[in-house]
């Protein structure tokens, strides 16, 4: 490794030191530059909740357009190009990542703002979701829902955005408050332009208080500065400034007095919240009793029909045990229909009483009507058949031995 000396000055010609020089700078820059940001960001925010507490926050707002332009400046910071067919990187504005990550919030804005006929810019539409944000009170939740989807996230960014790094959760609890404001926005404003680039103020921001240990205030200082440089001009009896406590006192007093303004608004709001919350629980918890007393009432409902199902079923099983009992005795009296034999007939006669006997007490369906019928009618046949044979018929043995008939 060598070495160059010009006018007394070290110049080292070794590229190793260099490149690792280089990379700490860059890591040194980036490392306060999002911290400036951030520390930017919530200053913003403290003077939009101050400004708030005497007037309306609209677009003619300083602490508004301010605010905006920080918030802006932080979803940008990073953000990756878009790579084209050609291989040509072009810059897109980060409401491509808000439309992305952001979809999974309930009821969100996002079709509303891609439906917006005066916005066409993407870096209008950007600016228009901030607005209509804070108006619906969700701009934390989107904030947090899209640094949730770290994937998408990684996808948009490069390494060492705000949005990757440990202070996107400071971001999210820093907007947190902004929900106590109500913001009135007109979508139509000159602020939407998507031309110009958002442009950081940080006047309000920078603030130099003067020590009891300083040699000079800052009256001598400029006089000091804006004299011609000659002896006379310089003070002979310089000392420590005399501070007027009174007016010490007095700043301190507005300060404390616009922190406890903050702290009740903030106040009313969670209690408002609270009772919102309080309010839906309770309607959540007798909407399951509701539903627990269907449950329970289908339940019984379903225990009673099985019940009569099952004593349905045990009820016709005892029918047709008796049918099948019918049904063998109606056999067993179509085998003795085939006799004509007296005892026959009185057998059958004795089943068809067997038979009644079995159909007292139950139902007379249809089947058991033509069951019955049809035993009745073969007991009268028998019958009849019983009484021509008997009655009408003659022997032709009792015809030839009788003495009237026989022959001379």
């Known amino acids: 490794m060598a070495s160059l000396s010009l006018g007394g000055l070290s110049v080292n010609r070794g590229g190793g030191g260099s490149s690792s020089c280089k990379k700490s700078l860059n890591a040194r820059n980036a490392a306060v530059e999002r911290r400036n940001l951030i520390t930017v960001c919530r200053f913003s925010v403290k003077t939009l909740i101050d400004r708030s507490c005497f007037e309306t926050i609209d677009d003619s707002s300083p602490e508004f357009n301010n605010f905006a332009a920080i918030l802006e400046q932080i979803l940008s910071h990073?953000?990756?190009?878009?790579?084209?067919?050609?291989?040509?990187e072009s810059p897109r504005s980060f409401w491509d990542y808000i439309r992305v990550a952001c979809r999974k919030v309930s009821q969100n804005c996002i079709?509303?703002?891609?439906?917006?006929?005066?916005?066409?810019?993407?870096?209008?539409?950007?600016?228009?979701?901030?607005?209509?944000?804070?108006?619906?009170?969700?701009?934390?939740?989107?904030?947090?829902?899209?640094?949730?989807?770290?994937?998408?996230?990684?996808?948009?960014?490069?390494?060492?955005?705000?949005?990757?790094?440990?202070?996107?959760?400071?971001?999210?609890?820093?907007?947190?408050?902004?929900?106590?404001?109500?913001?009135?926005?007109?979508?139509?404003?000159?602020?939407?332009?998507?031309?110009?680039?958002?442009?950081?103020?940080?006047?309000?921001?920078?603030?130099?208080?003067?020590?009891?240990?300083?040699?000079?205030?800052?009256?001598?200082?400029?006089?000091?500065?804006?004299?011609?440089?000659?002896?006379?001009?310089?003070?002979?009896?310089?000392?420590?400034?005399?501070?007027?406590?009174?007016?010490?006192?007095?700043?301190?007093?507005?300060?404390?007095?616009?922190?406890?303004?903050?702290?009740?608004?903030?106040?009313?709001?969670?209690?408002?919240?609270?009772?919102?919350?309080?309010n839906q629980l309770a309607e959540s918890v007798s909407q399951n009793k509701l539903l627990l007393q269907r449950i329970e009432d289908s339940d019984l409902t379903h225990k009673l029909?099985?019940?009569?199902?099952?004593?349905?079923?045990?009820?016709?099983?005892?029918?047709?045990?008796?049918?099948?009992?019918?049904?063998?005795?109606?056999?067993?009296?179509?085998?003795?229909?085939?006799?004509?034999?007296?005892?026959?007939?009185?057998?059958?006669?004795?089943?068809?009483?067997?038979?009644?006997l079995l159909n007292e007490g139950k139902e007379d369906t249809p089947s058991l009507l033509g069951l019955c019928g049809s035993l009745t009618s073969v007991a009268s046949y028998k019958s009849l058949t019983s009484l021509k044979s008997s009655d009408y018929l003659a022997s032709p043995t009792t015809e030839m031995t009788s003495p009237g008939l026989t022959p001379s």
């Open 111 to 278: 079709c509303s703002i891609e439906n917006m006929e005066n916005v066409s810019s993407s870096r209008a539409k950007g600016r228009a979701w901030i607005r209509v944000a804070l108006m619906e009170k969700h701009l934390s939740e989107y904030i947090s829902t899209a640094l949730r989807d770290f994937k998408t996230t990684r996808r948009f960014y490069e390494d060492g955005a705000i949005v990757l790094g440990e202070e996107a959760n400071m971001l999210a609890g820093m907007l947190l408050g902004l929900n106590a404001i109500d913001f009135s926005f007109c979508l139509k404003g000159e602020g939407l332009d998507g031309n110009f680039p958002a442009v950081i103020d940080y006047t309000p921001y920078l603030k130099f208080t003067q020590s009891s240990d300083s040699i000079s205030s800052d009256e001598e200082e400029l006089r000091t500065l804006g004299s011609s440089g000659s002896e006379s001009s310089t003070p002979e009896n310089i000392g420590p400034p005399f501070i007027m406590d009174e007016n010490s006192w007095f700043n301190k007093c507005k300060r404390v007095k616009q922190k406890y303004q903050l702290t009740l608004e903030q106040k009313g709001y969670l209690e408002e919240l609270l009772r919102l919350r309080e």
């Open 305 to 356: 029909e099985k019940e009569q199902l099952e004593y349905i079923i045990v009820e016709l099983q005892d029918q047709l045990k008796s049918f099948q009992s019918l049904d063998q005795l109606s056999a067993e009296v179509s085998l003795s229909q085939t006799s004509l034999d007296p005892a026959h007939s009185q057998d059958g006669d004795g089943k068809q009483d067997m038979l009644n």
């Open 78 to 88: 990073r953000l990756k190009g878009q790579v084209t067919w050609f291989g040509y």
